[in-house]
């Protein structure tokens, strides 16, 4: 995947839970880190990570009122680690809290606290065994969450991480669709494994569930396939 545009993200810095990613299931199963990139070399995440944010938010940014009233604004990227790119921290070396609760390593987040994302730089660098779609998959869940903040509780759905799968697929293909992004051969590929990594290993039985594998694969297609609608409650 990759994006057709590079617009800066109008975020502001946040000098200051949460909705995440995955259950602690993934710690266990994850590879060692890789190796720090050299000083002056960018991140082997950055191109995809900034193309993630730029597209999301665009999509966001251009496509809130077509199904929602009033103002979109957008999240805030935490500002933890001045060597990291902004929304980036490197747990546990990076001590960082969303309120009392500290970010953990091999994750994301949504901070409702504070109103802004968060990566751990590991998660990121996880990207290079699963493909740069990841990094669009991640980004896109959690600022699903970061839309779930913004509406009417009512439209808040109880399988609360499923619906922040479906806000992802709604939103990438959305911004396929639009132009901002351009899927590559194996892209849908790797957004399916990377559903299949980070899922639960037990259906969804409680708010606090990400759901198995075939949960969240078909929250993440009910998104792309019949867009934010298909996301929400039905009356
Ligand atoms: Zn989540």
Not at 189 to 195: D, F, H, I, M, R
């Amino acid at each position: 995947m990759r994006p057709i545009r590079r617009t800066a993200v109008a975020v502001a810095t946040v000098l200051a839970v949460a909705g995440c990613l995955v259950g602690l299931d993934l710690t266990r199963a994850a590879p060692a880190a890789a190796q720090q990139p050299a000083a002056a070399a960018p991140p082997p995440y950055e191109e995809d990570y900034q193309g993630a944010l730029s597209s999301t938010n665009q999509w966001w940014s251009a496509h809130w009122g077509d199904y929602f009233t009033g103002t979109y604004t957008s999240p805030q990227l935490l500002s933890a680690d001045p060597q990291l790119p902004q929304g980036v921290y490197d747990a546990p070396a990076d001590t960082v809290y969303c309120g009392n609760v500290p970010l953990d390593d091999l994750n994301a987040h949504y901070c409702g606290a504070g109103d802004y994302v968060a990566f751990d730089v590991d998660i990121l660098n996880w990207s290079l065994t699963l493909g740069d779609a990841f990094i669009y998959l991640v980004v896109a869940h959690e600022w699903g969450h970061a839309i779930q903040a913004r509406l009417d509780p009512s439209l808040v759905q109880v399988r609360y991480e499923l619906q922040a799968d479906c806000f992802a697929g709604a939103e990438i293909q959305g911004a396929v669709n639009d132009g901002l992004v351009v899927l590559e051969p194996g892209d849908d590929q790797e957004l399916y494994n990377s559903l299949v990594a980070v899922a639960d290993a037990s259906p969804w039985t409680n708010v606090n569930d990400h759901g198995n594998a075939d949960e969240r694969i078909a929250a993440y297609s009910n998104g792309a396939n019949g867009g934010v609608n298909a996301c929400l409650p039905t009356s």
